[in-house]
């Protein structure tokens, strides 16, 4: 057996002799660059440290909280009018512009009234000449009458003498039925509008031949004051709102523009649908608005607000709730600015604010930003608000 060279007896020595040179140059390394112990517990870090959090605060105030039920609504005229002519004719005038508000009453245009003019006199001429013959008749009755009581005329000869005048006292109320009806068809000629509201596109130019029978007819008028709009409410809200219809009769209702930053008008809740509907689950309701100025246009689409009661409760900012396992709960600062963790019982919530029915009281400081740095025990350095930190001189 060949014994081993010296160089190779030395390799396990040279290999120890690296790894403990390796291990005490980490460690040099490790003093020199952590931090000193003050600056280490001055520093914060996610999850520890004892220097305060910088957070801004909101203070819980129990104030009257107004409880409204939100939901998207369209406003619908109370009254829509397709104009049409009842009578068929060439259309010899129109009286309207393209959006002009009208009035009950006022002429919107006029059918080519020749033609039943023309049927009016025949019809009166025909009721003149069945009065004379109605008058003959009624003469002669009574010459029949004075001669049958002389024994010059026959019983018979006096019944159809009476049956005569009966046939064309007859004959005068079918004359006047139609001498009315060619007078009425007269007055169809001047189509007036039907209701006070605002004119549409016109459908037909003058000279155009209408008829009665058009669907399109010549042009819509539509109410513009007052004016509804119809929305929807789940039925979960039913019973808060039907307790509120018997508590005040006259709900307020607010009308919000289409991206519910601005409001638009406001009205009252007018009347509820009388069922649910099965298939979405939920109940139509109407809200009426006077309009006067026109802030609401037929078939715009707007957000509403239904205003259901007004609550007395403790209120704080949406923006301090927080969401957990064990439910909502909200950072507390108290005294000496300790921050504790507070589970909480929230209730109806208006716009950025909500109530909350248990677990903080009235004059409560909760904290509103800084959240994610916090832990129970943790202290609090108070940011005082922006809006109420006066500007800096320049």
């Known amino acids: ?161 009476e049956a005569l005048a009966r046939q064309y006292d007859a004959r005068r109320q079918t004359d006047q039925a139609a001498v009315d009806e060619a007078r009425l068809q007269l007055t169809y000629t001047r189509i007036v509008a039907p209701i006070d509201g605002r004119m549409g596109l016109r459908a037909v130019d003058v000279g155009n031949l209408v008829r009665s029978g058009d669907t399109e007819g010549l042009a819509t008028i539509t109410q513009m004051a007052p004016i509804s709009v119809m929305f929807t409410i789940p039925e979960t809200e039913l019973a808060n709102v039907r307790a509120a219809t018997r508590a005040n009769a006259a709900l307020t209702v607010e009308a919000w523009d289409r991206d519910d930053r601005k409001p638009l008008a406001t009205g009252t809740l007018a009347s509820l649908d009388n069922r649910i509907d099965t298939a979405t689950g939920t109940l139509r309701l109407r809200a009426g608005f006077t309009n006067e100025s026109e802030e609401l246009f037929p078939n715009q689409f707007v957000n509403v607000r239904l205003l259901v009661s007004s609550e007395e409760a403790v209120v704080i900012p949406n923006a301090a709730i927080q969401f957990g396992a064990k439910g909502n709960f909200v950072y507390v600062v108290g005294a000496e600015e300790k921050v504790t963790i507070r589970t909480i019982t929230l209730g109806p919530a208006d716009g950025e604010r909500i109530a909350v029915t248990d677990g903080l009281a009235a004059g409560e400081r909760v904290v509103l930003e800084g959240l994610d740095r916090l832990r129970e025990g943790s202290t609090a350095e108070i940011i005082p608000d922006a809006a109420a930190t006066p500007a800096s001189e320049t």
């Open 1 to 161: 057996m060949t014994p081993a060279s010296p160089a190779r007896r030395l390799r396990p020595f040279i290999a120890l002799v690296v790894a403990v040179a390796l291990v005490a140059g980490a460690i040099v390394a490790w003093q020199k660059l952590r931090p000193a112990p003050e600056a280490e517990a001055q520093r914060p870090w996610r999850g520890g440290g004892s220097a305060p959090v910088p957070v801004r605060v909101a203070t819980a105030v129990r104030e009257k909280l107004d409880v409204r039920v939100k939901a998207l609504g369209t406003v619908t005229p109370l009254n829509t009018v397709t104009i049409r002519s009842r009578v068929d004719g060439e259309l010899v005038r129109v009286a309207f512009e393209e959006g002009q508000h009208v009035k009950a009453g006022d002429l919107l245009a006029e059918i080519d009234p020749r033609s039943y003019e023309v049927a009016l006199s025949r019809a009166q001429g025909t009721q003149k000449q069945n009065l004379a013959e109605l008058a003959n008749a009624q003469a002669d009755l009574q010459r029949y009458r004075d001669l049958q009581g002389k024994g010059y005329v026959s019983a018979q000869q006096l019944s159809n003498q």
